[in-house]
C-alpha cells in the first residue's frame, strides 16, 4: 500500500499541515482507514493507544470539508473535557492554514459563551455529551437546525461513550443529528467491545471495520515495558517517593493513576511537601484548576501527575517515560488505557502496577486481557532504604491529611477515618520493624 497521506487521497493543504509536524508516513489504522472513510463509508477502528487514531478520523473529515468549507460539518464526541480539549487543539493545528473555526463544548465552562461560540457555525465542534445535550436542550433553534446539516460524527473512545453513562445524553444529541443514512459515523477505540462491533451489521448503517490488533494479540504497545511490584498497602507512599527520588527515575515524567479523588489529593500534597515537581487532575477539581494542570505537566512544570481516570483515556503528551498504578484498576481495559499514556507513537515506555496480596485476582484478569505477563519490577531498593523515607514519607502523608481536614477537602469524616488508620497501620509497621 502507498506509503504517504496524499496517496491515500488527503487534501495537499492537510498533508503539508501534516509534514509541518513531522508526520509524513501513515500508520496502519491510517493506512487502512483514511481511503475507506473517503469513499464515503461508515467506519469503526480499532488500533492501540497512541497509534494515530485521531488522525485517521481527522485527515478524511478535513479533507472533505475544505471542498466546501462553509457551515457545521462534523462534531466529535469524546468522554472527557481534557480529550476533547485536545482534539481541539490538533483540528485547529492542522486546519489553520484554511480558518478553520473549531468550538469545544466540554461540562466545567462558562455556558454563555459556549452557546454564543456554537452560534458562530463552527465547521466542527468537539464536544462531551453531557455539554452538548445540555446546549442542545437549551440551544436556540438556529444552533439545533445548523446540526441536521453535520455530515460526520465521531465516537472517539467509542467503548466508552456506548456505556450506560452516556446513554441519555447520547440519545438526546442523536435525536438532533442527521439519521444515519445521511450522516457519516466513525467509531474508534483502543478496546473494542462486543457493543461498538455489533453497530458492524446494523441494516441502515453498514460499516467499514478494521482492527490491528488482530494481527498480533498482545493488546499493549510492543515499546511498552510491563511490570508489577508486590507490597503491602501502608509502604506504597514509601516506595513510590523512593522510586520517584531515585537516580533512574529522578528526572523523568510520570502519570500515577490513583483509583480515588481522595487518594490523589492526599498523594499531591505528600509528593509536594517531599519536594516532588508534582500536580493532580481529577473530578472534584473546577475546570480552571484541570485545565492549569495539564498546562503545567505538558510544559513539564510539573514533572508528576497525580490522577483519577479522568486522565486514564487519549491524553497524548509525548514526554510520559512512567505509569504507575498507584492503585490497580478493576477494569482491564482502564489498565490498557492508562498504561497507553505512555509508549505513544513508537516511543518506549513503561508502566508499573503496585499490586497488593488483594489485587491477585486483578492482575490475571488484565495479564489474560492483554495477553501478556507483567515482570517483576527489579529496581527496588533495598528494605533499608525503605525504612528510611518511611519516617518521613508518614510524617508528609500526616501532615497532608491536617491541610486537607482545615481546607475541608471532601468529607471531614473520611479524612479523620483516614488519620485514625494510618496512624495505626504506621503504628503497627514501625514496631514490626
Ligand atoms: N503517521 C504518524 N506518524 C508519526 N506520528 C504520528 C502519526 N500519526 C499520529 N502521530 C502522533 O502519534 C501520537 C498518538 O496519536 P493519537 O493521540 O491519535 O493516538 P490514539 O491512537 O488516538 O491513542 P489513544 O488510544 O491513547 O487515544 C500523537 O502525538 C500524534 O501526533
Not at 467503548?159 to 445524553?169: P, R, V
Amino acid at each position: 500500500m502507498d506509503n504517504t497521506f496524499a496517496k491515500l487521497g488527503c487534501a495537499k493543504w492537510l498533508v503539508e499541515a501534516l509534514n509541518a509536524m513531522k508526520i509524513t508516513t501513515p500508520t496502519e489504522i491510517q493506512k487502512n482507514c483514511i481511503p475507506e472513510i473517503l469513499k464515503g463509508k461508515n467506519c469503526i477502528g480499532g488500533a492501540k493507544t497512541g497509534s494515530g487514531k485521531t488522525i485517521a478520523f481527522a485527515a478524511p473529515m478535513l479533507t472533505e470539508w475544505s471542498k466546501d468549507p462553509c457551515g457545521m460539518f462534523g462534531i466529535v464526541l469524546t468522554p472527557t473535557r481534557e480529550l476533547a480539549m485536545q482534539i481541539a487543539e490538533q483540528f485547529s493545528a492542522l486546519g489553520s492554514s484554511m480558518n478553520i473555526r473549531i468550538s469545544i463544548c466540554v461540562g466545567g465552562e462558562d455556558i454563555i459563551k459556549q452557546s454564543l461560540d456554537l452560534q458562530r457555525r463552527p465547521h466542527f465542534i468537539i464536544a462531551t455529551p453531557g455539554r452538548l445535550a445540555h446546549h442542545i436542550l437549551q440551544g436556540n433553534e438556529e444552533f439545533v437546525s445548523n446540526l441536521k446539516r453535520l455530515k460526520y460524527l465521531v465516537l472517539d473512545e467509542a467503548d466508552m461513550l456506548l456505556t450506560n453513562t452516556f446513554s441519555s445524553d447520547l440519545k438526546r444529541c442523536f435525536e438532533k443529528l442527521p439519521p444515519k443514512d445521511v450522516r457519516r459515523t466513525l467509531l474508534f477505540t483502543a478496546t473494542m467491545t462486543d457493543q461498538v462491533k455489533s453497530l458492524q451489521d446494523s441494516a441502515e448503517n453498514k460499516f467499514f471495520m478494521y482492527q490491528t490488533d488482530k494481527l498480533d494479540d498482545v493488546a499493549v504497545p510492543s515499546t511498552l515495558k510491563i511490570t508489577y511490584l508486590l507490597l503491602p498497602e501502608h509502604v506504597k507512599e514509601a516506595y513510590l517517593y523512593s522510586i520517584l527520588a531515585s537516580e533512574e527515575y529522578k528526572d523523568k515524567s510520570c502519570i500515577i493513576f490513583v483509583n480515588r479523588t481522595i487518594n490523589a489529593e492526599i498523594l499531591r500534597r505528600t509528593l509536594q511537601k517531599l519536594e516532588i515537581r508534582v500536580t493532580s487532575l481529577h473530578s472534584q477539581m473546577p475546570q480552571k484548576e484541570r485545565t492549569n494542570a495539564i498546562h503545567r505537566f505538558k510544559a513539564q512544570a510539573a514533572r508528576v501527575l497525580i490522577a483519577t481516570d479522568v486522565a486514564a483515556r487519549g491524553l497524548d503528551i509525548p514526554t510520559v517515560q512512567l505509569v504507575i498504578n498507584y492503585d490497580l484498576p478493576s477494569d482491564p481495559d482502564t489498565y490498557i488505557h492508562r498504561s497507553g499514556r505512555t509508549a505513544r507513537a513508537g516511543k518506549r515506555g513503561e508502566a508499573l502496577s503496585f499490586i497488593t496480596p488483594n489485587d491477585v485476582d486483578r492482575v490475571h484478569a488484565i495479564e489474560e486481557r492483554i495477553n501478556l505477563k507483567m515482570e517483576e519490577f527489579d529496581k527496588v531498593h533495598d528494605t533499608a532504604v525503605i525504612r528510611k523515607v518511611l519516617q518521613k514519607v508518614t510524617v508528609a502523608r500526616a501532615e497532608s491529611l491536617i491541610d486537607m481536614d482545615k481546607d475541608g477537602f471532601g468529607e471531614k469524616r473520611k479524612i479523620q477515618e483516614l488519620k485514625r488508620s494510618s496512624n495505626k497501620e504506621r503504628g503497627k509497621s514501625f514496631r514490626r520493624k
